[in-house]
């Protein structure tokens, strides 16, 4: 192990910098650097990386935010951007690296968090995380109900035009909690890599209420992703003006305010699955993670 170096926090330092954007890409097919160009590679995001002859073989990292519970708040890490360079692999350093990360973070944090896919289901419980079911929500179109006639104008935003991306900047900074039930704020760099590089092509901008929604239709599905605003939202008032004459359901990726016409179940099986530690017992019976706060 002596050949390997642990080194943090580069994001300023090039040769490092480039060397984990080409690991990132060759592992996740994302090349951070527009992010990082555009000022969102801040303190909020941390590297923690092993290194052998100046390049990048191992990382975890830590991003930083907080976590609403039925209206409390908690301050939160979430592991994400775990991954080895094939050439390394079944050495320990992802272990290594969680170890780390858990003895420097747990005493200044209320909890730490991540999502693993189905290949790494035993790794996560060695370090004393707990996997967590989540819960789906969705609604019936011919359940809903709409009690307001106001219509709004509604277009969409291009991350790349400088205008849009201005809006898209400031309200991924000011949005307020999207749940009391379980939401998560003061997360922007992450939530620009959604914007930046996953959504980019679902994003609508509420011009009365300056709000950003982030959905798509895929057949008689409508995808709601998240919404980022200022204010409270009347998520029945938006739907009314975004479902179709096809849609048949509405699926919501985050935990959505009490409404009757929404239904939830637990997720028995899936390929991001939630593992925290320690266990919170404050955590409700069924909630989700919105998928932008996704690491």
Same mark, same amino acid.
């Given at each position: 192990?002596?050949e390997?170096?642990?080194?943090?926090d580069?994001?300023?330092?090039n !040769?490092y910098?480039?060397?984990?954007?080409?690991?990132?890409?060759?592992?996740?097919?994302?090349?951070?650097?527009?992010?990082y160009?555009?000022?969102?590679?801040?303190n909020k995001?941390?590297? $923690?990386?092993?290194?052998? =002859?100046d390049?990048?073989?191992?990382n975890?990292?830590i991003?930083? @935010?907080?976590?609403?519970?039925?209206?409390?708040?908690?301050?939160?890490?979430?592991?994400?951007?775990? @991954?080895?360079?094939?050439?390394?692999?079944?050495?320990?350093?992802?272990?290594k690296?969680?170890?780390?990360?858990?003895?420097?973070?747990?005493?200044?944090?209320?909890?730490? $968090?991540?999502?693993?896919?189905?290949?790494?289901?035993?790794?996560?419980?060695?370090?004393?995380?707990?996997?967590?079911?989540?819960?789906?929500?969705? @609604?019936?179109?011919?359940?809903?109900?709409n009690?307001?006639?106001?219509?709004?104008?509604?277009?969409?935003?291009? #991350?790349?035009?400088k205008? =849009?991306?201005?809006?898209?900047?400031?309200?991924?900074?000011?949005?307020?909690? /999207?749940?009391?039930? +379980?939401?998560v704020?003061d997360?922007?760099?992450? @939530?620009?890599?959604? /914007?930046?590089?996953? %959504?980019?092509?679902?994003?609508?901008?509420?011009?009365?209420?300056?709000?950003?929604?982030i $959905? !798509?239709?895929?057949?008689?599905?409508?995808? +709601? %992703?998240?919404?980022?605003?200022? =204010?409270?939202?009347?998520?029945?008032?938006?739907?009314?003006? /975004?479902?179709?004459s096809?849609?048949?359901?509405?699926?919501?990726?985050?935990?959505?305010?009490?409404?009757?016409?929404?239904?939830?179940?637990?997720?028995?099986?899936? =390929?991001?699955?939630? %593992?925290?530690? #320690?266990?919170?017992?404050e955590?409700?019976?069924?909630?989700?993670?919105p998928?932008?706060?996704?690491?």
């Open positions: 192990m002596s390997y170096q642990l080194i943090s580069y994001k300023h330092i !040769k910098r480039e060397s984990f954007n080409k690991l990132a890409k060759q592992t996740f097919g994302i090349d951070f650097s527009h992010w160009n555009n000022g969102f590679w801040t995001y941390i590297c $923690y990386s092993y290194i052998k =002859d390049s990048v073989i191992a975890a990292s991003n930083t @935010m907080k976590v609403i519970i039925n209206d409390q708040e908690y301050k939160a890490i979430q592991v994400g951007t775990v @991954m080895t360079h094939p050439d390394y692999r079944n050495q320990g350093l992802s272990a690296l969680m170890n780390h990360i858990i003895e420097k973070y747990e005493s200044e944090y209320d909890f730490l $968090y991540l999502f693993a896919n189905k290949t790494v289901m035993d790794f996560y419980p060695k370090f004393g995380f707990t996997k967590v079911e989540e819960s789906s929500y969705y @609604m019936n179109v011919s359940d809903f109900k009690s307001s006639s106001s219509l709004f104008s509604i277009r969409s935003l291009n #991350p790349t035009n205008d =849009d991306f201005t809006i898209l900047k400031r309200l991924a900074t000011e949005r307020k909690s /999207i749940s009391s039930i +379980l939401g704020v997360f922007q760099p992450l @939530m620009m890599v959604y /914007i930046m590089y996953l %959504f980019n092509n679902s994003i609508y901008y509420i011009e009365e209420k300056d709000s950003i929604l $959905y !798509k239709h895929e057949g008689k599905e409508l995808h +709601l %992703f998240d919404f980022l605003t200022k =204010d409270e939202i009347n998520i029945n008032e938006i739907l009314y003006q /975004i479902v179709n096809d849609t048949e359901s509405v699926h919501f990726h985050f935990t959505p305010e009490h409404n009757n016409s929404i239904k939830t179940e637990l997720i028995k099986q899936s =390929d991001d699955t939630l %593992f925290i530690r #320690p266990y919170l017992k955590l409700p019976k069924h909630f989700y993670f998928i932008t706060s996704h690491a």
